[in-house]
């Protein structure tokens, strides 16, 4: 396998609606990939060849499609989800914030008996002031799971500015109550529109509706209902619905609080959620839809899209389409956010796409209300549906990159095995950390039916091994999953002949858990028992033995490593690559330093933003988005620095009496032939370098750093157990110290053996991300 850089990309600024339920794809990264792949280089129109087709098999992701049209190609598109084609209907051409404005006013002035609709609705949500007694807006309730009031509310009073969460009021309560009183009505209208009375679909829309509290859910049939009576342009009516959608999703009980950042699979209500107020979603909604990329073209199939690209929408099955796309378009490639099951948002779109668009809408996608329980093995197998028909209709060698978002070792096994076993070839898998998604390499297999092979421990254990190896410090679970099943999937050893993907998802994972835990190589740091959690090293045992004859695939490649390669730990390599790039290239963006990093880093070993970041934050300074190296960490000014620090280690030498010397990397103090104290003194933080060139007692070593080096050091030791281990024995000094000591006018060995062995490797404020 040809282990391909990860494609740095940017969070987008906005991460528009319903983001809870959407993949957290990065900006960038799409374009980036699709002129390397899908379209070769043609002089004549610039760097890509227009019109080429891609076809996105599961329409995840309406930002990922959204993306590759506006780089100029033709995106087909299957949607079954009513509610993405939605999205991404709206993000190719949303209305323009007039047209929001003037739709929620024409809903705000309608008439509700002789009061407003607006007015009517602001006024679920009036609640008193704490301090003054004046009336206010709440802009949340918060509720405790099964009770009938909210405990508390959150406002910001206009009159005398008190703001925040304060208790409940008695007529918080009533008010809460009162609705409450009215609900049954107002639930036999929303269930209504998503299902018949006598239809079996019905129990499941109920138990969906469950998730909306009584006044919510007035509010929305309320404004639902409305939303057929009133006239409006084609154009505000679908704005009109944009706002309805964002304020469905802000209307339910997964919000838990006090955290908010949940995004829900499941729905489950939460200890603690926030009961929003809708009328104020609904005037801030507009903000969500506002795309700042141009608008594209937006067809249904049949309908075809010009050269400069666009969107073609199919909304049916995939084998369906199959036929049809194979007489007509050539695709360049596919691309896709893999789908990983969501109960929550599944459940959650067949009673939205009933609530705005009646019952016709959710007939095509009402299993998902039915279906409850997604596994991995469901999300295997539906996978493996999708690949198997994508196959048929791709030409050989077509390229698939797909994005696994909110990776998790189960979904990779999932994707990986039902790839493999519809004939598609792993070609590449970059991957950073698990918060990031995994980028994905496919190319569609030779037509012959392959063989599935028996799975090899041996081959998982070499593979993790190598990659441990390689990266000279521990890694995730994650990461040594990927490796391992990267070896089974190259061997086509993911699923057996006739094996269902339920047992083979089991045996996969079991193998590289068994894998792990049976070889002493391996050593597991984490406060769990569990494999599958915290990270993974090697045994320092088994790094400086040389490898016997005779001992397996892996050991002769590590063998073939230079001793120092196979030592020398990732985020060591990391800082030496950033601060060599920033010495060569001043004012640069961090943009820049991803895209030279990543090449050098690529498949497994991408180093996380925080690595960057910290290495950065050590040597660097930031003028606007630009980084350069402080004056103090240019080349020539940290030689001198360390030329004085070297020069002063030997004169403390001989103050204290001892005879100094230098062997190798060290600085020795010596006494009688006896060797007192060993100084390595680095301009960096290369700390396991420096461990490794240490050949003398850890307890008479001192590894001596920069000051400025103290954040990046602490930060390495903080990732890597193995590190943290190793600087408990032996003493870090900073530069600073020595020079203290070297102004004290009467010292003595006692008085410097204190001072360094009280000078912690503190943790800077700046640098405690984790990853
Ligand atoms: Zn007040």
Not at 12 to 26: I, K, M, V
Not at 97 to 102: L, S
Request: aromatic fraction near 10%; proline fraction near 7%; include cysteine.
């Amino acid at each position: 396998m040809d282990f391909q850089p990860y494609i740095p990309g940017i969070t987008p600024a906005n991460a528009g609606p319903l983001s809870r339920f959407t993949p957290p794809l990065e900006e960038g990264v799409i374009s980036a990939w699709l002129p390397l792949h899908a379209a070769p280089f043609d002089p004549a129109h610039a760097a890509r060849k227009p019109g080429s087709w891609l076809l996105d098999p599961f329409g995840f992701s309406p930002r990922l499609v959204l993306e590759a049209a506006r780089a100029g190609y033709r995106v087909l598109v299957t949607v079954n989800n009513p509610i993405t084609r939605f999205l991404l209907e709206m993000a190719s051409n949303p209305p323009s914030e007039a047209d929001f404005k003037a739709a929620l006013a024409d809903l705000s002035v309608a008439k509700k008996g002789n009061d407003r609709l607006g007015a009517h609705l602001q006024s679920l949500y009036l609640t008193t002031c704490e301090k003054c007694g004046g009336e206010t807006y709440a802009e949340s309730f918060l509720w405790r799971k099964g009770e009938e009031a909210p405990y508390a509310r959150v406002y910001t009073c206009p009159h005398c500015e008190d703001a925040g969460e304060r208790a409940a009021t008695p007529q918080d309560m009533e008010n809460a109550r009162k609705i409450a009183g009215t609900d049954s009505l107002h639930r036999s209208r929303a269930f209504e529109r998503v299902a018949e009375l006598n239809d079996e679909y019905r129990i499941y829309a109920e138990e969906a509706i469950e998730h909306y509290l009584p006044r919510p859910l007035y509010f929305l049939t309320t404004v639902i209902n409305r939303l057929d009576s009133l006239e409006l342009t084609p154009e505000r009516r679908r704005a009109l619905r944009a706002l309805i959608l964002v304020a469905c999703d802000a209307g339910n009980t997964l919000w838990d609080h006090p955290s908010g950042r949940r995004r829900p699979k499941q729905l489950n209500v939460p200890n603690q959620f926030r009961e929003h107020n809708l009328w104020i979603e609904l005037e801030r909604g507009f903000s969500q839809w506002r795309e700042t990329g141009p608008g594209v073209l937006f067809e249904a199939w049949p309908h075809k899209i010009p050269e400069n690209g666009g969107i073609c929408i199919y909304e049916g099955r995939l084998k369906e389409l199959a036929q049809e796309v194979k007489k007509e378009i050539p695709i360049a490639a596919v691309i896709g956010s893999l789908p990983r099951p969501n109960q929550a948002f599944w459940t959650l779109s067949a009673l939205w796409a009933g609530w705005l668009w009646g019952r016709e809408a959710v007939e095509p996608y009402k299993i998902a209300l039915r279906r409850r329980r997604y596994d991995w093995a469901w999300n295997a197998t539906a996978l493996n549906a999708a690949f198997t028909n994508l196959f048929e209709l791709l030409p050989l060698g077509t390229p698939f990159f797909g994005l696994l978002a909110e990776p998790e070792p189960s979904f990779l096994t999932s994707a990986l095995t039902a790839a493999g076993t519809a004939g598609f070839d792993l070609r590449s898998l970059a991957m950073r950390t698990e918060h990031d998604p995994i980028q994905i390499l496919w190319t569609c297999g030779e037509h012959l039916k392959r063989g599935a092979n028996e799975p090899s421990m041996e081959e998982v254990r070499s593979a993790i091994y190598l990659h441990l190896v390689e990266r000279g410090e521990p890694a995730s679970y994650l990461h040594v999953h990927a490796a391992g099943l990267i070896a089974l999937a190259e061997t086509h050893a993911l699923r057996q002949k006739g094996q269902e993907f339920d047992d083979a998802l089991r045996a996969t994972n079991g193998l590289i858990q068994s894998a792990l835990s049976g070889d002493p190589r391996f050593v597991h740091y984490s406060t769990g028992e569990n494999v599958d959690t915290g990270l993974w090293g090697l045994n320092d045992v088994t790094l400086s033995r040389s490898p016997e004859p005779g001992e397996g695939a892996a050991k002769g490649l590590a063998a073939a490593l230079p001793q120092n390669d196979m030592t020398e730990s990732l985020a060591d390599r990391v800082e030496v690559a950033v601060v060599t790039f920033l010495q060569k290239n001043p004012n640069s963006l961090y943009l820049d330093i991803e895209h030279e990093l990543y090449p050098r880093f690529p498949g497994l070993l991408t180093p996380s933003k925080a690595m960057i970041y910290s290495v950065l934050h050590s040597y660097a300074e930031q003028d606007g988005a630009a980084w350069t190296l402080r004056a103090e960490d240019l080349a020539s000014a940290r030689r001198n620095e360390l030329n004085t620090i070297i020069a002063m280690i030997e004169t403390l030498g001989r103050r204290l009496g001892y005879s100094t010397s230098k062997r190798d990397k060290n600085y020795l103090w010596e006494e009688k032939d006896q060797i007192e104290r060993a100084f390595y003194v680095l301009a960096s933080a290369l700390i396991s370098r420096a461990i490794a060139e240490t050949p003398y007692p850890p307890e008479r070593s001192a590894i001596v750093i920069p000051g400025g080096r103290a954040g990046l050091a602490a930060y390495k030791a903080h990732r890597d157990p193995a590190l943290a281990a190793h600087l408990k024995r032996y003493r870090v000094v900073k530069y600073r110290l020595l020079r203290t000591l070297a102004e004290v006018p009467v010292l003595t060995r006692e008085t410097f053996d204190e001072q360094i062995a009280s000078d912690p490797l503190e943790k800077s404020k700046s640098q405690m991300m984790m990853f």
